[in-house]
């Protein structure tokens, strides 16, 4: 527990967090949306500082990260709680939840994950996932900050609903982003997740105009946001703002939490795939074995330049500086 970022002192003595569009105004004794930021003593707390509930070395492209240093591995880090209520959340157990109601938390220093980053072999750094990391702001940032004094990556998978001014702070020390973009309706964003669009489509073009590297990940949930017409207006904005080298990943839905709708059809997906692809270089699909939508292909030449099978990843087509070995087209940002 610590004093947290990002916060205000209100004229009648409250509590204002503004690290997320939520802004919540606390009273003594109360926590935000997000379960583990809390008002206490006139100050904004941190609850979840250094309280670990996930710790795991993963492939690099089960963020998913498909441009990001792909055949590699990376520490992936998690704490509890979020900023979004997603009714069909795939982590509710940790995401939630509080410190206070979830028992298998352990506390580790930023130096012991940093350390057990640099001894893996194949390990290019570290992930900060599984709940919202936006959540545990200010732990990640003293952990990333140490890792890239070590000389480690640091990747976020976020649900992007974050203020400007943090998020231009996280831009100093965040390698590469992994955001979800839960659908393209402002009616979505409410109902579904108790929060809004706007602040996200925000975040994917303030990361992009950043320079970092940045993949978007839209899970497909049949009668919710697989309209085919919706769904083409989000990947023309994607590659109008963003360009049309923009990674997405389509990402199979599965009944989870508050949400018992059937899992997303493979014939959806693969329309949606070919959808999206008139439009981006780069498209994939997730949570689902498919020929189409794994492997990476030049947009210039059409050569496979990496194969794919489950998380096996084959480097094919690349030179050492990520371009194509036969056109010379960049395709991975980092390699």
């Known amino acids: 527990m610590m004093e947290a970022k990002f916060y205000n002192i209100t004229d009648k003595g409250k509590v204002q967090c503004t690290l997320c569009p939520h802004n919540c ?19 904004l707390i941190t609850e979840n500082y250094g309280k670990i509930s ?27 709680g979020c900023n979004l209520h997603c009714r069909f959340c795939q982590n509710h157990e940790i995401a939630q939840t509080g410190v206070h109601n979830y ?8 130096g012991a994950i940093v ?9 290019i750094g570290i992930a900060y996932t599984y709940n919202e990391p936006l959540v545990f702001y200010e732990f990640m940032r003293d952990t990333a900050l140490n890792a890239k004094q070590n000389g480690l990556k640091n990747v976020m998978v976020t649900n992007g609903f974050i203020n400007q001014e943090p998020l231009q ?19 979505f964003y409410k109902k579904i997740t108790s929060s809004r669009l706007n602040p996200v489509m925000k975040t994917l073009k303030t990361i992009k105009k950043s320079g970092k590297l940045l993949e978007v990940t839209n899970l497909i949930i049949p009668t919710l946001n697989d309209d085919e017409q919706k769904f083409k207006e989000m990947v023309v904005w994607l590659k109008n703002e963003l360009g049309e080298d923009t990674v997405l990943h389509l990402s ?4 989870m939490y508050q949400m018992n709708i059937e899992a997303t059809s493979p014939k959806t997906l693969l329309k949606l795939f070919d959808i999206a692809s008139e439009h981006l270089n780069f498209v994939y699909i997730g949570n689902l074995p498919t020929v189409k939508g794994q492997n990476t292909y030049c947009p210039n030449c059409g050569k496979q330049v990496i194969e794919r099978s489950g998380y096996y990843t084959k480097i094919t087509g690349l030179n050492n500086n990520g371009t194509c070995v036969d056109c010379g087209k960049k395709i991975i940002e980092y390699l």
């Open 25 to 43: 105004v606390l009273a003594e004794g109360k926590s935000g949306i997000c379960k583990v930021r809390k008002a206490q003593n006139g100050q």
């Open 54 to 80: 996930g710790y795991h070395f993963d492939p690099v492209e089960k963020k998913p990260l498909y441009h990001f240093y792909p055949g590699k591995d990376i520490l992936s880090i998690g704490s509890v």
């Open 103 to 110: 028992g298998y938390l352990r506390e580790l220093s930023t």
């Open 115 to 123: 350390n057990a980053a640099l001894r893996h072999e194949n390990n």
């Open 169 to 187: 702070s996280l831009l100093s020390f965040i390698d590469a982003f992994s955001v979800d973009l839960k659908a393209f309706t402002d009616e």
């Open 252 to 255: 199979r839905y599965y009944p």
